[in-house]
C-alpha cells in the first residue's frame, strides 16, 4: 500500500552539498519528490539568523515522498541515507551531542499515522514546535492538515509564535552548483 510521507531535512556541514545529494538518493529509492524551498536559520541557542556566522547557519526543506513500506522500515532507510551523507550515528542525537551535522532526516508524517507506529511517533513533535520544520510544511501543502489537530499547515503556520524565529530563504537552492 503507498502511503505519502513528509521528510524534514537539515544540514549544517557543507549543506548544499549534503542536501543535494540527500535529494538525489531520496529520489532513487522513491521516484518523484516534491521539494519545499529550503530556509537558512540560526542554531537553535542563537535564533538570529543575522548574527550567526554563514558557517553556524542550519539548511531546512521539507520533502514529500510516496513510500510502499512500513514507517519503521522507513525510518531505517532514511538512517542508510543519513549515513551515505556523512553522518555518524552515535548514541546521542546528531544536533544534541555534535554541533556539526552532514545531515538529519526526520519523519514527521507518515500518512495520516498518529502515535507509535512501528518505533516511530507519528506525527513528528518538530511540527508543531520548529518553524524550520512547519513553515516549509505549510508552503508545501498549505491545505494538508495535522492529523490530530485537524488544522491545515497554513492554519497553523498563522498561529504559529514567530516572533523567535529568523529564517532566510536561500536563493536559488537547488539550480546553484
Known sequence: MSTTVFLGLGSNDQPRRNIRLALDLLQ???GTLQVSPVFANAPLATAAVATAPDAELYFNLVVSAVCNVPA??????LRQIEE???RVHTTGECLQKN???PLDIDLLLY????GDVDGVVL???DVLRRAYVLYPLSLLVPSGRHPQLQQTFAELWRGF???RWELKLVEPFLSAQ
Open 123 to 125: 506525527p513528528h513533535p
Open 28 to 30: 532513487e529509492r522513491f
Open 72 to 77: 519503521g522500515e522507513l525510518k531505517q532507510q
Open 161 to 163: 509564535g514567530k516572533s
Open 99 to 101: 554541533p556539526v551535522c
Open 111 to 114: 500518512g495520516d499515522a498518529v
Open 84 to 86: 551515505q551523507c556523512g
